[in-house]
């Protein structure tokens, strides 16, 4: 079984691939990146959001 990446970089990945002013090469690879991991994009979102425990604490 693969370990996953840390989660901050999981989210940092996250946010590259839906800012359209970064250049769609490096968003297309970050996005690979994702999908080799998580399976899709909404899978990586999910993962994020099943595993941030700061947003739990914060609510």
Known sequence: MQELPPLTLVKTWLE?????????SIRE?????????????K????YVEDNDDYRILVS
């Open 16 to 24: 590259v691939v839906q800012q359209l002013e970064i250049p769609i």
């Open 43 to 46: 899978q990586a979102q999910r």
């Open 29 to 41: 690879k970050r996005s690979k990146l994702l999908t080799y991991y998580f399976g899709s994009i």
